[in-house]
């Protein structure tokens, strides 16, 4: 992770991010677009989820709440207050990042997995319940919709830049937008002494202290963070599905489905929760015909990557490259 | 007021039940460390089979109750043996173990979803009637519940604390390495734990079948309840579980009668996350 970025890293970087700025010109395709809008999103979910499970070792399983935060967040204060899309999702960023930090305070004194684990997953519980109960400001169970769409406008030297339904173009391109500025932060933050103060402390909590590391604040700084980009994401879903029930923006699947993609994909890599995003984006997709079998799926995949892949996709080059390089990789 | 008791005492009954699920929580996170996450659906797959043996196949209660949690026992032994055996030795055990059994539950519970579908399924009372004790009435069924409770926690009381197996286990919980050096079977302790614990959960789920209606689904919520048990009585401790299941039983009945049924869970979980906040070793013990 400490790696010097060379060369050829920068190149692929390019490359891969040329290669998504083409697409919706070589291929022409409203359907396509939307899987891939909805990989982006997934995908800025498992980086966040990533950055405080995979990097700093905090092994949280109710990151589900934030989005659902800033998802009910930016549309509320859109539907009520009449604001900008373009600003309520940035409120709504930092509302779910305050609400990472007020039940961060007390999980991140605990020590022990287990508590975490559990507290994670019954805050995110109340956060649905409560979502669904107070109907009277989110409509519960009924679903609530005239969420505002982001206002088009005009750009110089490209034309008009419009958000509907019918055209996914701009959608995409604020998505790929929203990644990118996702990954850098993450990166740029990984790669500071942050980076090294967080993974000081996963690999070893008690000598990363006594070398003078503030565990508890590094910890809250990486948890707010997380929560700011999950909370992010949750706002964009908002307003591009413009219709959030407690379910499908606070559920209980969307966490599995994460967990799913940071373990196929690999955890504690930069590349992993983003490869395990659209492969499992595009893998739920081509089995729509047997919508039964998705979840099954997913159970099926986290046990089996978790058993015989513990290190996940991203790293599965490794075991093709000579044994040498792989030694000074580590 | 005569209301207001027989909601406490309500309580007590389905917090009995909790017990005996929280109980299995605790016995597996004591002895091997793991926090099982795919509990509640041993909870779901022991409701199936109650109700199939009983209402499709005509088993009297008696006989069927027993042969389904001998099967949870065995299949509970199945899945430590097939995932959780496997992954311990691992430098990231903690976290493997977690994630698997939650992939564990999500698969569970899909599987039944596919092969028994979705529609809710119910158990006829094994007791019909309703007992009247000094004005208040209570209906056999869930006298019987507690009764089934007070044995099963009786029965374990005794097996952990004049068994050798009972004995075994509480050697390799307080120090694995020490027991494997005195000749006590670790994994073997480890499997038949995993399988007690299953059955633990299959039992609730035989009781609570007749009231809470049978369905895919239904061992999520009650993992949640297992879980606010666990905490308040400290994790990992069995006679801690026994008291934080009542306690929530009754924390949860006083609850719904100051707000409504909608916040019984909010209640819960607020409960649980005040306790981690003030006292993370639970309610009644130690700090470690």
Redesign the interface.
């Given at each position: 992770m400490f790696k010097p970025l060379t060369l050829r890293t920068y190149l692929l970087v390019a490359a891969l991010i040329a290669l998504a700025l083409a697409l919706p010109h070589v291929i022409d395709d409203s359907y396509l677009l939307h899987l891939m809008i909805l990989s982006i999103i997934f995908a800025i979910f498992a980086s966040a989820w990533n950055l405080v499970t995979g990097f700093a070792g905090l092994?949280t399983?109710g990151h589900h709440a934030f989005f659902g935060i800033g998802a009910y967040a930016s549309a509320l204060l859109g539907i009520n207050l009449g604001l900008s899309p373009w600003l309520t999702i940035w409120l709504a960023a930092v509302i779910a990042a305050l609400a990472g930090v007020f039940i961060g305070t007390?999980?991140l004194?605990?020590r022990?997995?287990?508590?975490v684990?559990?507290?994670t997953?019954?805050?995110a519980?109340?956060v649905r319940?409560?979502i669904s109960?107070l109907q009277g400001i989110t409509r519960g169970e009924l679903g609530l919709w005239g969420i505002p769409a982001f206002e088009g406008f005009m750009l110089p030297l490209i034309g008009e830049v419009v958000f509907n339904p019918s055209v996914k173009l701009w959608y995409y391109y604020l998505a790929l937008g929203l990644l990118l500025l996702s990954i850098g932060l993450i990166a740029l933050m990984m790669r500071s002494k942050v980076g090294l103060a967080v993974v000081a402390m996963r690999d070893g909590e008690d000598a990363a202290e006594s070398l003078g590391i503030n565990l508890a604040r590094f910890k809250l700084l990486v948890f707010g963070v997380s929560a700011f980009l999950v909370g992010l994401a949750g706002a964009f879903y908002a307003h591009y599905v413009s219709i959030l029930t407690p379910m499908a923006a606070v559920g209980?699947d969307l966490i599995?489905l994460v967990?799913?993609m940071v373990?196929v994909g690999g955890l504690g890599t930069f590349s992993g929760p983003i490869i395990g995003a659209f492969v499992l984006t595009f893998l739920g997709e081509s089995l729509r015909v047997l919508d039964?079998?998705r979840?099954?799926i997913?159970?099926?995949?986290?046990?089996l990557s978790?058993?015989f892949m513990?290190r996940g996709l991203a790293t599965i080059g490794s075991f093709f490259r000579r044994r040498p390089a792989e030694a000074r990789a580590d | 007021m005569t209301i207001f008791l027989e909601q406490i005492i309500n309580g007590i009954i389905i917090g009995s039940m909790y017990a005996l699920i929280g109980s299995g929580i605790a016995l597996i996170?004591g002895t091997m460390r793991v926090?099982n996450?795919a509990h509640g659906e041993f909870y779901m797959m022991g409701g199936y089979l109650v109700f199939f043996l009983v209402v499709a196949y005509a088993v009297p209660p008696w006989l069927a109750i027993p042969i389904a949690i001998a099967a949870i026992f065995v299949l509970g032994m199945l899945v430590q043996r097939l995932?959780i055996a496997?992954?311990l030795p691992?430098e990231?055990w903690?976290?493997?173990t977690?994630?698997?059994t939650?992939?564990?539950?999500?698969?569970?519970?899909?599987?039944a979803?596919?092969l028994f579908g979705e529609q809710f399924q119910s158990i006829p009372y094994y007791l019909p009637g309703v007992v009247e004790i000094a004005g208040l009435r209570l209906p056999q069924q869930r006298l019987l519940m507690l009764v089934v409770a007070v044995i099963t926690i009786a029965i374990m009381t005794f097996v952990l604390a004049k068994t050798r197996f009972g004995w075994a286990l509480r050697a390799t919980s307080q120090d694995k390495d020490a027991a494997a050096v005195v000749g006590i079977p670790a994994a073997r302790i480890y499997t038949l734990t995993f399988g007690i614990a299953a059955a633990l959960g299959c039992i609730a789920a035989a009781m609570l079948a007749p009231i809470y209606a049978v369905n895919p689904w239904m061992g999520?919520p009650v993992l949640?309840k297992g879980?606010?048990v666990v905490?308040l009585g400290g994790?990992g401790s069995f006679p801690g579980a026994i008291v934080g299941g009542i306690l929530l039983g009754i924390v949860e009945a006083v609850g719904v009668q100051v707000t409504s049924s909608?916040?019984r869970?909010?209640i819960a979980?607020?409960l649980?996350?005040l306790v981690?906040?003030v006292r993370?070793w639970g309610l009644f013990g130690k700090p470690r």
């Amino acid at each position: 992770m400490f790696k010097p970025l060379t060369l050829r890293t920068y190149l692929l970087v390019a490359a891969l991010i040329a290669l998504a700025l083409a697409l919706p010109h070589v291929i022409d395709d409203s359907y396509l677009l939307h899987l891939m809008i909805l990989s982006i999103i997934f995908a800025i979910f498992a980086s966040a989820w990533n950055l405080v499970t995979g990097f700093a070792g905090l092994k949280t399983f109710g990151h589900h709440a934030f989005f659902g935060i800033g998802a009910y967040a930016s549309a509320l204060l859109g539907i009520n207050l009449g604001l900008s899309p373009w600003l309520t999702i940035w409120l709504a960023a930092v509302i779910a990042a305050l609400a990472g930090v007020f039940i961060g305070t007390p999980i991140l004194r605990i020590r022990s997995m287990p508590h975490v684990a559990i507290v994670t997953l019954a805050f995110a519980e109340i956060v649905r319940i409560t979502i669904s109960n107070l109907q009277g400001i989110t409509r519960g169970e009924l679903g609530l919709w005239g969420i505002p769409a982001f206002e088009g406008f005009m750009l110089p030297l490209i034309g008009e830049v419009v958000f509907n339904p019918s055209v996914k173009l701009w959608y995409y391109y604020l998505a790929l937008g929203l990644l990118l500025l996702s990954i850098g932060l993450i990166a740029l933050m990984m790669r500071s002494k942050v980076g090294l103060a967080v993974v000081a402390m996963r690999d070893g909590e008690d000598a990363a202290e006594s070398l003078g590391i503030n565990l508890a604040r590094f910890k809250l700084l990486v948890f707010g963070v997380s929560a700011f980009l999950v909370g992010l994401a949750g706002a964009f879903y908002a307003h591009y599905v413009s219709i959030l029930t407690p379910m499908a923006a606070v559920g209980p699947d969307l966490i599995i489905l994460v967990i799913a993609m940071v373990l196929v994909g690999g955890l504690g890599t930069f590349s992993g929760p983003i490869i395990g995003a659209f492969v499992l984006t595009f893998l739920g997709e081509s089995l729509r015909v047997l919508d039964d079998y998705r979840l099954l799926i997913y159970g099926a995949l986290i046990i089996l990557s978790i058993m015989f892949m513990p290190r996940g996709l991203a790293t599965i080059g490794s075991f093709f490259r000579r044994r040498p390089a792989e030694a000074r990789a580590d | 007021m005569t209301i207001f008791l027989e909601q406490i005492i309500n309580g007590i009954i389905i917090g009995s039940m909790y017990a005996l699920i929280g109980s299995g929580i605790a016995l597996i996170y004591g002895t091997m460390r793991v926090l099982n996450l795919a509990h509640g659906e041993f909870y779901m797959m022991g409701g199936y089979l109650v109700f199939f043996l009983v209402v499709a196949y005509a088993v009297p209660p008696w006989l069927a109750i027993p042969i389904a949690i001998a099967a949870i026992f065995v299949l509970g032994m199945l899945v430590q043996r097939l995932t959780i055996a496997y992954l311990l030795p691992r430098e990231e055990w903690a976290f493997a173990t977690i994630a698997a059994t939650l992939g564990l539950s999500i698969f569970l519970q899909n599987l039944a979803l596919i092969l028994f579908g979705e529609q809710f399924q119910s158990i006829p009372y094994y007791l019909p009637g309703v007992v009247e004790i000094a004005g208040l009435r209570l209906p056999q069924q869930r006298l019987l519940m507690l009764v089934v409770a007070v044995i099963t926690i009786a029965i374990m009381t005794f097996v952990l604390a004049k068994t050798r197996f009972g004995w075994a286990l509480r050697a390799t919980s307080q120090d694995k390495d020490a027991a494997a050096v005195v000749g006590i079977p670790a994994a073997r302790i480890y499997t038949l734990t995993f399988g007690i614990a299953a059955a633990l959960g299959c039992i609730a789920a035989a009781m609570l079948a007749p009231i809470y209606a049978v369905n895919p689904w239904m061992g999520m919520p009650v993992l949640f309840k297992g879980f606010v048990v666990v905490i308040l009585g400290g994790l990992g401790s069995f006679p801690g579980a026994i008291v934080g299941g009542i306690l929530l039983g009754i924390v949860e009945a006083v609850g719904v009668q100051v707000t409504s049924s909608e916040w019984r869970d909010v209640i819960a979980f607020g409960l649980m996350i005040l306790v981690i906040w003030v006292r993370p070793w639970g309610l009644f013990g130690k700090p470690r």
